[in-house]
Protein backbone atom coordinates (compact mmCIF):
# COMPACT_ATOMS: atom_id res chain seq x y z
CA UNK A 1 0.00 0.00 0.00
CA UNK A 2 2.80 2.37 0.86
CA UNK A 3 4.26 1.79 -2.45
CA UNK A 4 1.32 2.08 -4.50
CA UNK A 5 0.99 5.77 -2.27
CA UNK A 6 4.75 6.91 -2.99
CA UNK A 7 5.32 5.61 -6.62
CA UNK A 8 1.75 7.84 -7.42
CA UNK A 9 3.06 10.86 -5.40
CA UNK A 10 6.21 10.78 -7.25
CA UNK A 11 4.57 10.18 -10.64
CA UNK A 12 1.71 13.65 -9.71
CA UNK A 13 5.11 15.21 -8.90
CA UNK A 14 7.02 14.56 -11.78
CA UNK A 15 4.05 15.67 -13.67
CA UNK A 16 2.93 18.61 -12.28
CA UNK A 17 6.55 19.72 -12.66
CA UNK A 18 6.52 19.10 -16.56
CA UNK A 19 3.17 20.92 -16.87
CA UNK A 20 5.10 23.50 -15.23
CA UNK A 21 8.04 23.77 -17.73
CA UNK A 22 5.97 23.24 -20.69
CA UNK A 23 3.43 26.13 -19.41
CA UNK A 24 6.68 28.65 -19.21
CA UNK A 25 8.50 27.62 -21.99
CA UNK A 26 5.01 27.75 -24.01
CA UNK A 27 4.34 31.55 -22.75
CA UNK A 28 7.89 33.01 -23.08
CA UNK A 29 7.49 31.36 -27.16
CA UNK A 30 4.16 33.75 -26.83
CA UNK A 31 6.25 36.69 -25.06
CA UNK A 32 8.71 36.38 -28.21
CA UNK A 33 5.93 36.43 -30.51
CA UNK A 34 3.88 39.06 -29.58
CA UNK A 35 4.89 42.73 -31.15
CA UNK A 36 6.29 44.83 -27.97
CA UNK A 37 7.17 44.38 -24.14
CA UNK A 38 4.39 42.42 -22.35
CA UNK A 39 5.90 43.43 -18.89
CA UNK A 40 6.35 46.73 -19.89
CA UNK A 41 2.34 46.94 -21.46
CA UNK A 42 0.95 45.00 -18.61
CA UNK A 43 3.17 46.24 -15.09
CA UNK A 44 4.34 49.68 -16.04
CA UNK A 45 1.51 50.99 -18.59
CA UNK A 46 -1.09 49.33 -16.33
CA UNK A 47 -3.02 47.75 -19.49
CA UNK A 48 -5.72 46.06 -18.11
CA UNK A 49 -6.90 44.74 -21.98
CA UNK A 50 -3.25 42.97 -22.57
CA UNK A 51 -3.54 41.36 -19.08
CA UNK A 52 -6.73 40.13 -19.94
CA UNK A 53 -5.99 38.76 -23.15
CA UNK A 54 -2.51 36.82 -21.67
CA UNK A 55 -4.24 35.50 -18.90
CA UNK A 56 -7.04 34.08 -21.67
CA UNK A 57 -3.82 32.87 -22.73
CA UNK A 58 -2.91 31.33 -20.04
CA UNK A 59 -5.94 29.38 -19.30
CA UNK A 60 -6.14 28.45 -22.64
CA UNK A 61 -2.39 27.08 -22.83
CA UNK A 62 -3.01 25.51 -18.89
CA UNK A 63 -6.08 23.38 -20.44
CA UNK A 64 -3.92 22.00 -23.32
CA UNK A 65 -1.43 21.06 -21.53
CA UNK A 66 -3.18 19.41 -18.92
CA UNK A 67 -5.25 17.48 -21.37
CA UNK A 68 -1.93 16.30 -23.42
CA UNK A 69 -0.65 14.53 -19.92
CA UNK A 70 -3.85 13.74 -18.53
Known amino acids: MT????TNLIAAVL???L????????FV?????TPGDLWHDI???KNTAMAIVM???AIGLS???A???H
Open 63 to 65: III
Open 19 to 26: GIVIFVIA
Open 29 to 33: VVDKL
Open 43 to 45: IRD
Open 67 to 69: AAI
Open 3 to 6: YDLS
Open 15 to 17: FAL
Open 55 to 57: AGI
